[in-house]
């Protein structure tokens, strides 16, 4: 349970994150970003909460169909089943921060716009919910 526990939290991190950290005069408000890049925070947003829903939905649709289950006991179908929904569980969970992680080798990239600070400040938060969620996984798939 500790695993689904650290997964959810990741997909709350998704669910919430882009939202507020974009969201506001430094990214989608600021006057100086051109509307294309405006679009592409649009679309950060949105594939982050995406993301979460779906880490969310996969990290728990599979103790939810064990609880409308009859027996008390997972058949071989349905633990092969929920195997399968923690590894796409982990695949969402991980798709935003690893995306994250690579975009500041892009050249020219830069964590924060130069009136807002210096450095990658969002990269300790990227590898710590990446790692909250792999290890979520790896709790619930080999403990």
Same mark, same amino acid.
């Not at 990214?27 to 925070?41: D, E, S, T």
């Not at 993301?51 to 027996?71: E, R």
């Not at 710590?128 to 290890?135: D, K, Q, S, T």
């Given at each position: 349970?500790?695993?689904? #526990?650290?997964?959810? #939290?990741?997909? =709350? ?9 974009? $969201?506001? !005069?430094? !990214?989608?408000?600021?006057?100086? *970003?051109?509307? !294309? ?18 880490? =969310?939905? $996969? @990290? *728990? ?15 071989? @179908? ?8 923690? !590894? ?7 798709? $935003? ?8 080798? $892009? ?10 600070? @210096? ?10 919910? =990446? ?5 979520? *996984?790896?709790?619930? @798939?080999?403990?």
């Amino acid at each position: 349970m500790l695993g689904r #526990i650290l997964l959810t #939290i990741d997909s =709350l991190l998704l669910l919430l994150g882009a939202p507020l950290a974009d $969201y506001n !005069h430094t !990214h989608i408000f600021n006057p100086r *970003w051109p509307p !294309h890049a405006k679009f592409h925070c649009g679309q950060t947003i949105t594939i982050s909460v995406l993301l979460g829903l779906a880490t =969310l939905f $996969y @990290t *728990w649709q599979p103790v939810l169909a064990q609880t409308k289950s009859t027996s008390s006991s997972l058949s071989a @179908t349905q633990a092969a089943v929920a195997r399968q929904s923690l !590894h796409a569980a982990v695949f969402t969970g991980s798709v $935003y921060w690893l995306g994250g992680l690579a975009a500041i080798q $892009y050249p020219g990239a830069l964590g924060t716009d130069p009136e807002f600070g @210096t450095g990658f400040p969002q990269g300790k938060g990227f590898s710590v919910a =990446l790692g909250l969620g792999i290890l979520g *996984w790896a709790l619930e @798939t080999f403990t």
